[in-house]
């Protein structure tokens, strides 16, 4: 079903819904003197409302309550707290709960960590039903999400009424997690009191990009008057027009790398034999693509939440929840870059350094250099993300005592990045360029005048068009149940099974004859098809020399008149093309599991003791595909495996007193390897002056721990906490990518492969696999304080604090070659040492204002590096958030929020020694509101 047909269904399954519900009350009112057997049942109280709370102290202690009273560690954000959170999105409402750490792209939170374990080690369940959401990105932030992660970007906040995050382990919560495990509600209309509507339109603006987009959210929710039936529709649409710019200079090499330097390279004090050392242990280092890029995004999100909930007796709710979600975009990529120092042949070793300055770690730091190749590039993506979920719940009570629990469900990402077009000019053997990294934001002067139109060419083999459509596919099918009885007062015992069904797909196109085979243009046939880029830089104080403008392609013109469309030597393909076929990937996973568990409080017999002690038996079969070159052939080969596992709980919760409680829990838990990671086949890439190959693993096991978590909470008055909990991970082993560089000769693969790039035999070629390595330790601790100064007098008051703490500490040992022979000891990816958020509050009737902080510590994102680099990693980042509202009445509130208020940078490195990879920035946003109750 295509997008439009899907959206149009949906709006007419909400009409259906809404008729449907009204339907009966307008019966009940035409008809009130006759008793229906629906109004002749008993009349109960409906469910309280977890939903309405009244105000940010009010739903910060109704998420307190659900941590206290659960038998497993659960931090949860309820629905005001969304609402209220100065958040675009979902992942950065979660990163306000302790061990939650985020990641952003383009100023907006996409994936998240949980005590110190990355995305690809995290579950997201929506609605009690696990699900996998994939967006694409810019390369420098990661491309196109391949792996298990949830990109959290496709969703408002304003669609769900309840975060939590499950830390510990139970046996009846499925397996996948090691760090934990992320559950999203959305509203059901039984959890209202009465009929409800809310609607909110807000104005958001970004002081970078200059534009304001519109936000616009609803909620309708209504019932029969006796609580037996009701549905539920929820809206959020968004517009984002940002721009991200900065430095990018696609990681550091070694002087010997590529051929090396002119042997008519000069350095002070250094011979020509240091400057061109093919030893990266002794070598200098210099930056691998010197370069400047903006990206121009707009965004339309588009989602909705819709809930049909029946109950037939007392004994029986039925519910049936449904989420959808369309997240499209464009996004404008125009580059200045160096290319000399990353291209073979006619490119660094034509290159010659005049002058420079080598630190104390051995980077040449400043230079000027001669026949150096520039080039312009311009890139246009149209990205498409849609998400739909439907699943169904039946809660049964069978007698006082026994519950049965029926829940089934089919959730789907479908991905699509329709264009993919790339198009770069070329001013060949430049003179005179500089480049400087004293400082953060480094000079990046070239030695001609970038926006001359006569400065630049488009030749066959130099001058690239890129086309590279691609696709991701997710989907999960869920079938689950449980039986419950509760044996007596302080025993209750549970049972259950469920069975998951995961398939994953994936394809690319890219052209067949080659990216370096153009057209050619002459100088004029050039300057009628190039456009002037111009404004860059503003906010970044970028230092004297480094262009603010320069010439770049003009995609529309290359499009009509160099009919990059329509002429036969840009015709693209698929699996027969060597460069795009690895991306044609495809996996099928079932996992079935069955697990008991038993959940006793032993109040009543003198003991204050609490939890849970279960087991978890599950089985897992796999089967992936992929296509990979065996001599002249390529052929699609195919790989499969099972493998089973059992997965012991235990949560303790014992009351010292009615305020303070200590809580323990052991759990051997299990997350598998990246989809991607487990195809059999295998990737060529050239791009640019990139070389690379990359193939799956099959044969990865899963990543299995052992976890031990003790806390002690302390909760003194009502809405407070003092809590401090230290966890303790063994993990079996890890997936790690082990980068090595081999020359293209080396790799057994036909030199046929290579026509049409500017790649030869001899080039080096970054070989990639993913490997098992032998695992560590992981541990730290969490420091988690929630207070509202109630005791104080006057004014003071209706102040309040949330604030929290978390240290994790993991040195894995990674592998460095293939055959295990070398390693290298380093933290795990992802993974900050320290995290921490602080909000400060104020909240009277009328008015409330609040600042947020969030900070989280550098990590890496590889180990090891490439080209000789230790790792890669980004630097620390500090968010600063902001909101005030005022209530003008009881149903209208206004509203003011500020986001990354100190336009936090993008600040991406690579090796110890800290050398610049990334460093861009996307402004600071600003939404303007109100909300209306009705």
């Known amino acids: 079903m295509n997008a439009t047909r899907r959206t149009k269904a949906i709006l007419s399954l909400s009409s259906a819904i809404a008729t449907i519900a009204l339907a009966p009350m307008a019966l009940a009112q035409s008809d009130a003197g006759t008793a229906s057997p629906a109004t002749a049942l008993p009349q109960e109280e409906p469910a309280a409302a977890d939903i309405v709370v009244t105000g940010f102290r009010a739903s910060l202690n109704s998420a307190l309550n659900i941590k206290r009273n659960e038998t497993a560690s659960v931090d949860a954000i309820k629905a005001e707290d969304i609402a209220e959170f100065p958040d675009l999105n ?70 769900f009424s309840n975060l939590s995050v499950r830390k510990t382990a139970t046996a009846d919560v499925e397996e996948g997690s090691l760090g934990g495990v992320v559950d999203l509600q959305t509203a059901r209309p039984l959890d209202y009191k009465k009929p409800t509507a809310v609607l909110s339109a807000a104005a958001s603006y970004n002081d970078l990009s200059g534009k304001t987009t519109p936000r616009l959210s609803g909620l309708v929710a209504t ?19 940002i721009v991200e710019e900065g430095a990018n200079i696609t990681r550091w090499t070694y002087g010997g790398f590529n051929g090396g330097f002119a042997p008519t390279s000069t350095l002070p004090g250094k011979t020509i034999a240091q400057i061109n050392d093919a030893n990266p242990g002794t070598a200098l280092f210099h930056p691998r693509i010197p370069g400047l890029v903006s990206y121009d995004i707009a965004q339309k999100r588009l989602g909705a939440a819709a809930s049909v909930q029946f109950k037939p007796t007392d004994r029986t709710t039925i519910s049936i929840d449904s989420l959808f979600s369309r997240l499209d975009g464009t996004r404008k990529e125009a580059q200045l870059q160096a290319i000399s120092f990353s291209r073979s042949g006619s490119g ?32 246009y993506d149209v990205l498409k993300t849609e998400f739909y979920q439907v699943n169904g719940t039946i809660d049964q009570q069978l007698g006082d005592r026994v519950k049965i629990n029926i829940m089934g469900g089919h959730a789907k990402s479908e991905f699509k990045n329709p264009i993919q077009t790339t198009v770069t000019i070329d001013a060949v053997n430049t003179g005179n360029f500089q480049y400087d ?34 696709t991701v596919d997710n989907a999960f099918t869920t079938a689950k149940g449980f039986v419950e009885w509760e044996a007596n007062d302080m025993v209750t015992l549970k049972a259950g099974a469920d069975w998951r069904k995961f398939e994953y797909d994936s394809t690319e196109r890219r052209r067949l004859s080659g990216e370096t085979v153009v057209a050619p243009l002459t100088a004029a046939e050039l300057a009628s098809m ?56 495809t996996v099928k996973e079932e996992d079935l599991g069955i697990w008991g568990m038993t959940q006793f409080n032993l109040a009543d017999a003198g003991l204050p003791i609490r939890g849970d002690l279960g087991i978890r038996y599950v089985k ?4 992936s595909t992929g296509y990979a070159s065996r001599g002249t052939a390529t052929n699609l080969v195919s790989a499969d495996r099972t493998y089973k596992r059992w997965l012991p709980s235990i949560n303790l919760v014992g009351n010292i007193t009615d305020d303070l409680q200590v809580r323990f829990a052991a759990a051997k838990t299990l997350a598998r390897a990246g989809i991607s990671s487990l195809t059999p086949g295998g ?54 990518t082990l980068s090595v560089g081999v020359p293209y000769a080396s790799l057994g693969l036909p030199n046929s492969l290579l026509d049409g790039t500017t790649a030869s035999p001899t080039d080096v070629f970054i070989v990639s696999q993913p490997v098992n390595s032998s695992g560590g330790i992981l541990k730290g601790f ?32 990674y592998l460095t070659a293939a055959n295990g022979s070398t390693s290298v000891t380093a933290p795990l990816v992802g993974l900050s040492r320290h995290a921490a958020n602080a909000t400060l509050y104020y909240e009277t009737k009328k008015f409330q204002i609040r600042g947020s902080v969030a900070y989280r510590s550098k990590y890496l994102t590889a180990v090891p590096g490439t080209e000789g680099n230790a790792y890669n990693g980004t630097n620390r980042t500090i968010n600063v958030d902001a909101q005030a509202s005022y209530n003008i009445t009881e149903k209208m509130k206004l509203s003011i929020e500020a986001i990354n208020l100190t336009d936090t940078k993008n600040d991406q490195f690579v090796d110890e020694t800290n050398r610049l990879n990334v460093l861009t920035h996307s402004g600071r946003q600003f939404n303007f509101g109100m909300r209306y109750a009705f």
Do not use: C, H
């Open 782 to 813: 969490e420091v988690n304080i929630q207070q509202p100064f109630s005791f104080l007098p006057g004014i003071l008051s209706n102040f309040g604090v949330l604030a929290n703490y978390t240290f994790v500490k993991s040195d894995i040992e």
């Open 90 to 159: 979902l992942a950065e409402s979660l990163q306000r709960i302790p061990g939650v750490a985020i990641s952003r792209v383009n100023g907006e939170g996409r994936n998240v960590t949980v005590r110190g374990l990355g995305p690809e080690y995290t579950r997201v369940r929506i609605n009690g039903m696990e699900a996998i959401g994939t967006t694409g990105g810019t390369d420098n932030s990661g491309g196109v999400n391949r792996g298990r992660g949830f990109d959290f970007n496709i969703f408002s906040s304003d669609l």
């Open 437 to 470: 990294f004293t400082s953060r934001f480094p000079t990046i002067a070239p030695g001609v005048d970038v926006a001359n139109p006569a400065t630049w060419s488009f030749v066959n083999g130099t001058s690239e068009v890129r086309i590279r459509p691609q």
């Open 530 to 585: 190039t456009t002037l880029f111009d404004g860059f830089g503003k906010g970044l104080n970028i230092p004297t020399g480094t262009p603010t403008a320069w010439i770049i392609p003009n995609l529309a013109a290359f499009i009509s008149q160099g009919n990059i469309y329509g002429n036969p030597i840009y015709a693209t393909g698929g699996v027969e093309n060597a460069t795009a076929r690895g991306s044609y990937v």
């Open 348 to 379: 660094k070793p034509q290159t010659v350094i005049r002058d420079g300055t080598v630190d104390g770690d051995n980077n040449i730091i400043t230079g000027t250099f001669d026949n150096v190749d520039m080039r312009s590039q311009a890139r």
């Open 223 to 241: 019932q029969t008057d006796d609580g037996r039936f009701g549905v539920l529709l929820s809206v959020a649409y968004e517009e984002r027009k």
């Open 683 to 736: 990737n060529l890439n050239v791009s640019g002056g990139n070389r690379s190959f990359s193939s799956g693993n099959p044969d990865l096991k899963p990543t299995s721990s052992k976890n031990l978590d003790v806390s002690i909470e302390w909760y003194p008055t009502q809405g407070a906490i003092y809590a401090l909990a230290a966890f303790r991970k063994d993990i079996g082993t890890f997936v790690q």
């Open 620 to 623: 897992t079969d796999q089967f």
